[in-house]
């Protein structure tokens, strides 16, 4: 199976092609990250004009600083894609990188009814696979499945939890999920993140794990959504389920946060409202022949995208470099692959495709997190890196 084959190349754009404003960054041979212009004829360095989308996203009008700006062609988008994957890669030529940089990479949680309803049964099981059957079935039955109408710290929801704990049926999921305040943690260390054909991990250990597809909002340090793109939060439900507190472990592995293909800074073409509409598809395509199609729809989240933004940034809490935020996913795999009742589980070199029309498509292959190439291109690396090729922006000092 071949995640850089034309077909799925040609995919990764949006639906409307190059038409929107959007953005990567790709690894350069003897320079080092840039960041690029994505057109229809190449892909161009800006790097002069933004060192880092970081700095882009805060700046007063994105659209017209990326339209505006002339740069380098580096290449073809298919060149440079197919150049990507480590184990093709010549290095000497170009390849794709995750789309952010210097942003705090965020996420929330349980922002969906359907995916609070499994994070219960992770809970109840312990991180035993085999026992979610049952125990989802004893689930269902207590609190029902449709509870994307209730409004999350609503007077509705506040009574659901006291009739809950009477029957001894609370959970801290549920808390999140329907209480006032909601799980926002922190997904990755900046930098590093996997970009659009690389291998993405899981921690070789996990024997239950699933991929978690969602859209990703590029947010500035005052609080303004300035674009969206695609992640995988890739998660270990055996590991989290065993344990709440070992969440960092379950969430944050090499290679464990895959987001691209590239930033859609919003414009004429693109909106907040876009994404509040944006549906995500998931293809899980295994060596085995297993397919696993799921799909997840911003419309019913239990949250709004401003209101995630502004539980996460604010008085309480700044981020002077922006943040990207992953807004939780609908999509919990429940789909059998081996025994009956054991569910969905990764399996090496399986092909993940997160889509959805505006955003186009985020490709990776699974490996444990041991076999993706290590991340050694740090903070330190990248602010080195910029002052050699004098490319400091000295307006962001102090």
């Known amino acids: 199976m071949d995640h850089l084959s034309s077909t799925n190349i040609a995919r990764i754009l949006p639906v409307d092609g190059f038409q929107g404003t959007l953005v990567g960054r790709v690894w350069r041979p003897g320079l080092g990250p840039s960041v690029v212009a994505v057109r229809q004829d190449g892909l161009f360095d800006i790097s002069s004009t933004c060192s880092t989308v970081s700095d882009l996203a805060a700046m007063d009008d994105p659209e017209r600083l990326v339209k505006a700006a002339q740069g380098e062609r580096i290449g073809s988008l298919e060149d440079i894609a197919a150049n990507t994957a480590p184990d093709r890669r010549d290095s000497s030529k170009p390849w794709l990188l995750a789309p952010i940089d210097l942003q705090v990479v965020k996420a929330a949680g349980v922002t969906f009814a359907v995916s609070m309803l499994e994070r219960v049964i992770e809970e109840r099981a312990r991180g035993d696979a085999s026992a979610a059957a049952a125990i989802r079935a004893e689930v269902l039955r207590l609190v029902g499945d449709d509870l994307s109408r209730l409004k999350p710290g609503s007077a509705e929801a506040m009574a659901l939890k006291e009739v809950l704990m009477a029957q001894g049926a609370w ?31 899981l921690h070789p250990k996990s024997t239950w794990n699933n991929p978690e597809p969602e859209v990703v909002v590029i947010v500035t340090a005052d609080g303004k959504i300035v674009g969206a793109t695609l992640g995988n939060d890739v998660n270990l439900r055996d590991f989290e389920g065993r344990s709440a507190l070992l969440l960092s472990k379950a969430k944050d592995n090499n290679a464990s ?49 401003e209101d995630l933004v502004a539980q996460t940034v ?32 990764h399996k090496h070199g399986d092909i993940v495709t997160i889509a959805a029309p505006k955003l186009g498509a985020l490709i990776n292959r ?33």
């Open 366 to 398: 699974m490996k444990p997190s041991s076999e993706c190439e290590p991340w050694t291109f740090g903070i330190r690396a990248l602010m080195s890196n910029l002052a050699q090729r004098g490319l400091i922006n000295t307006r962001q000092a102090g």
């Open 314 to 345: 604010g008085p309480h809490h700044q981020y002077p470099d922006g943040f990207a935020l992953f807004l939780g996913t609908m999509f919990a795999p429940t789909q059998d692959r081996g025994e009956p009742g054991m569910g969905f589980t």
């Open 171 to 201: 959970s801290q999921y549920l808390e999140v999920g329907i209480g006032p305040d909601a799980e926002v943690f922190t997904k990755a260390p900046t930098l590093s993140a996997v970009g659009a054909f690389m291998d993405a991990g």
């Open 257 to 305: 946060c895959s987001v691209g293909p590239f930033v859609r800074f919003f414009d004429a073409t693109f909106s907040l409202d876009d994404v509040r509409q944006t549906t995500v598809t998931l293809t899980v395509e295994g060596e085995d022949g297993f397919r696993l199609e799921g799909s997840s729809s911003i419309t019913k989240i239990s949250r709004d995208p």
